[in-house]
T-cell receptor
Framework: DQQVKQNSPSLSVQEGRISILNCDYT??????FLWYKKYPAEGPTFLIS???IKDKNEDGRFTVFLNKSAKHLSLHIVPSQPGDSAVYFC?????????WGAGTKLIIKP | DSGVTQTPKHLITATGQRVTLRCSPR?????VYWYQQSLDQGLQFLIQ???????AKGNILERFSAQQFPDLHSELNLSSLELGDSALYFC??????????????????FGEGSRLTVL
């Protein structure tokens, strides 16, 4: 039972354009939603989070939107840069656990 | 550099064998989490320790066990290894205990992982 789903295994975006990564969830009791970024041969690093009581959180080029009625989360990166090429994981907190999506590989094209 | 250290980085062993993965958390962090990432999968939570005590268990097999020592480093023991145990094993640390804590946004600090290959 996948409580957090990232349905796009990969996404290719032109440098300078907007990257939009999507995530769907099934559990309405999640407290926080997070995005992590992972480069090859490294562990995931925290990018940005949003509380379940908010609908938007912004940090520089990164904005996370939460649509609770649709149980949908998205990460916008504007403008996309070559260093943004990585695997992005969506995750959600529930009691003692952090529930992870399978990840989306973002490729930024020059 | 997250401050979390995992050893070994790579490990190749045979089926039926036993291995130990080691993790040193960030200075001051009391929680250690272990995750397994199989090919093209998300991170599967295995187990969490907080200040030496087991706090939560996820999808950890009975062949696997872990502990956290008084100096807060942790070890994950994998025994009777099978081909399907080949994966990346990540350790993460956090200063906090439960994600239910009101200020705990879920940020974990990950090590670089230990890649286990079972032949």
């Amino acid at each position: 039972d996948q409580q957090v789903k990232q349905n796009s295994p990969s996404l290719s975006v032109q440098e300078g354009r907007i990257s939009i990564l999507n995530c769907d969830y099934t559990n309405s009791m999640f407290d926080y939603f997070l995005w992590y970024k992972k480069y090859p041969a490294e562990g995931p690093t925290f990018l940005i989070s949003i509380s379940s009581i908010k609908d938007k959180n912004e940090d520089g080029r990164f904005t996370v939107f939460l649509n609770k009625s649709a149980k949908h989360l998205s990460l916008h990166i504007v403008p996309s840069q070559p260093g943004d090429s990585a695997v992005y994981f969506c995750a959600a907190t529930s009691n003692y656990q952090l529930i992870w999506g399978a990840g989306t590989k973002l490729i930024i094209k020059p | 550099d997250s401050g979390v250290t995992q050893t070994p980085k790579h490990l190749i062993t045979a089926t039926g064998q036993r291995v130990t993965l080691r993790c040193s958390p960030r200075s001051g962090d009391l929680s250690v989490y272990w995750y397994q990432q199989s090919l093209d999968q998300g991170l599967q939570f295995l187990i969490q320790y907080y200040n030496g005590e087991e706090r939560a268990k996820g999808n950890i097999l009975e062949r696997f066990s872990a502990q956290q020592f008084p100096d807060l480093h942790s070890e994950l023991n994998l025994s009777s290894l099978e081909l399907g145990d080949s994966a990346l094993y990540f350790c993460a640390s956090s200063p906090r205990d439960t994600f239910r804590h009101s200020s705990n946004t879920g940020e974990l600090f990950f090590g670089e992982g230990s890649r286990l290959t079972v032949l």
